[in-house]
């Protein structure tokens, strides 16, 4: 409310928002050849890649410290890649590195990197009340917390080298969604934390299906998660369900998309029954509600 109370702050900061815009048209109004969708890039948002350069037999991308690995699409003369930006991302201008290999027996490459501004994205923050082992573990839980580190680690320090999905992600229950993505959460008055999934209003024992096909590779109980599953699937991207009340898949399960893998509940740390749905790029959290978004259908 504060912010509104100011009209030079608020005017100024439009002026500000209508530069960058006229100035992220004239940088994509000069190479159709790369284009992200969605267009606008914030913080924490998903990015569609593409790349159309006809005579392309490698297309290889960097950007934020991520490799970007790039698939042909169902189109042969596009070359796609599902990418994002972390919601604690740096806001600002960024350099998308894309390296293109053209056909023909010189090795010939064409350099199509441009600068890609990340604006901010302007989450809520709120208060919530959790059992104090959740803030202050003992030694004992400590070594869970430990021991769970190593097994993330582990889950999502390799994907598939494929894309394992095909189409539009679906959602995983049929419960109501809530604006939660990115929200700045204090707990219990002392930690700080952000949230980087999106929480369903799910009654325990509601059915939770896979958003698309994929290979199970978590399928258990986590101290902060509750009963987990993690699908991956391929080229870094991962779904993971969390606060499960049942699994009902194990590690190594080949799923498709829409299959069941667990029943929601309210184990780890929670205030209550719900579904607590990520969706994990690389190392980075993207917003759930706008993969559900992305259309995907013509891609893969
Ligand atoms: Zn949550």
């Known amino acids: ?33 790369v284009t992200l969708t969605p267009a606008i890039v914030v913080a924490g948002s998903p990015e569609l890649i593409r790349v159309t350069v006809p005579n392309a037999i490698e297309v290889k991308g960097e950007w934020l410290g991520h490799k970007i ?7 042969a003369h596009e ?18 590195r894309v390296i293109v290999k053209l056909n023909g027996t010189g090795g ?12 901010a994205a302007h989450y809520r923050t709120e208060k919530l009340s959790v059992e104090p082992k959740f803030i202050e573990p003992g030694p004992d839980e400590l070594k869970t917390i430990e021991a ?28 109501q969604p809530t604006d939660s993505f990115g929200v700045r959460r204090t707990f219990n008055g002392k930690l700080n934390s952000i949230h980087k999934g999106m929480d369903f209003r799910a009654a325990s024992g509601t ?19 509750g009963n987990c599953v993690v699908i991956d699937h391929g080229l870094g991207l991962y779904t993971i369900s969390m606060h499960l ?8 399960d080949r799923v498709a998309k829409g299959q069941l893998v667990g029943l929601s509940g309210a184990t780890g740390r929670v205030t209550g029954p719900h579904l607590h749905w990520a969706v994990r790029w690389q190392n980075a ?8 978004k992305m259309n995907l259908a013509a891609v893969r």
């Open 207 to 225: 059915s939770v299906h896979a958003a698309n096909s994929g290979v199970v590779v978590l399928a258990q109980k986590l101290y902060f998660e």
């Open 285 to 292: 959290y993207l917003d759930p509600a706008k993969v559900l």
């Open 245 to 252: 009340s049942r699994i009902d898949v194990h590690e190594g």
């Open 1 to 33: 409310m504060r912010l509104l109370s100011s009209n030079g702050i608020k005017s100024c900061a439009s002026l500000v928002a209508l530069a960058s815009l006229s100035a992220i048209l004239q940088a994509q109004s000069t190479s159709s050849e």
């Open 108 to 119: 010939e490459t064409r350099d199509l990197s441009q600068t890609v501004e990340i604006h």
């Open 79 to 96: 070359w796609i890649a599902l990418a994002g930006t972390d919601v604690e991302a740096t806001v600002g201008a960024s350099t998308l």
């Open 69 to 75: 690995e790039f698939f042909r699409a169902k189109d």
């Open 148 to 175: 769970d580190v190593a097994i993330k680690e582990r889950v999502f320090g390799t994907s598939a080298a494929e894309p394992e999905w095909s189409g539009n992600f679906i959602a995983p229950v049929k419960a």
